[in-house]
């Protein structure tokens, strides 16, 4: 069965202090691992496709990193903007995604 | 380009009713996925439909239905609702199989 598991389930940095989140799956055959960052009151936004271990990809401050079990979200030098939580997917079927539970992460000025 | 759009952004139903919510998808998407987003469960997939077809379904009872019409949009139906049916309903676009999901900022049901 399709496992996806995201850690920790809430951080809380201070402006400018790096961390990175956490994304363990098991799947059987990965056909793509996908991180969405939520606001508040609304829908999932796309950030990053990930389809094979070593594949890196980046957007501002996140970068995203893939191995063989798990995925890393990589925020360097974080803003308060930057708090959302932050959810990663893995595709069960026809444009079905399998979602962690998120990590909720909470920028300080 | 025009977002994913849902409506209605808020409904308060009560027990036993049934509910329509309705999404447009993103112009030149077929494809249009419904997920139920609660604090306890997270988002979980309901259904999939494309080109007016459903081709995946999530492990939810069959008071959960939906549709879609020729021009891509959708709706989704929750008959004879219960409490535990409150939740946030997103729904989402895709432009192909498998390609990012696009979604809305959902509807809020609040089942009293």
């Known amino acids: 069965e399709d496992q996806v598991t995201q850690s920790p389930e809430a951080l809380r940095l201070q402006e400018g202090e790096s961390s990175s989140l956490n994304c363990s799956y098991t799947?059987?055959?990965?056909?793509?691992l996908f991180w969405y960052r939520q606001d508040p009151g609304k829908g999932p936004e796309f950030l990053f496709t990930?389809?094979?271990a070593g594949e890196e990809k980046e957007k501002e401050r996140l970068k995203a990193t893939l191995t063989k079990k798990e995925s890393f979200l990589h925020i360097t030098a974080p803003k308060p903007e930057d708090s959302a939580t932050y959810l990663c997917?893995?595709?069960?079927?026809?444009?079905?995604?399998?979602f962690g539970t998120g990590t909720r992460l909470t920028v300080i000025p | 380009k025009a977002g994913v759009t849902q409506t209605p952004r808020y409904l308060i139903k009560t027990r036993g009713q049934q509910v329509t919510l309705s999404c447009s998808p993103i112009?030149?998407?077929?494809?249009v996925s419904w997920y139920q987003q609660t604090p306890g469960q997270g988002l979980q997939f309901l259904f999939e439909?494309?080109?007016?077809?459903?081709?995946n379904k999530g492990n939810f009872p069959g008071r959960f239905s939906g549709r879609q019409f020729s021009n891509s949009r959708s709706e989704m139906n929750v008959s004879t609702l219960e409490l535990g049916d409150s939740a946030l309903y997103l729904c989402?676009?895709?432009?192909?199989?498998?390609?990012?999901?696009?979604f809305g900022n959902g509807t809020r049901l609040t089942v009293t």
């Open positions: 989402a676009s895709s432009a192909s199989l498998n390609s990012p999901l696009h």
């Open positions: 799947v059987s055959g990965l056909r793509g």
């Open positions: 990930l389809y094979s």
């Open positions: 997917a893995v595709p069960a079927g026809a444009n079905n995604l399998f």
């Open positions: 112009s030149g998407h077929r494809s």
């Open positions: 439909y494309f080109s007016e077809t459903q081709r």
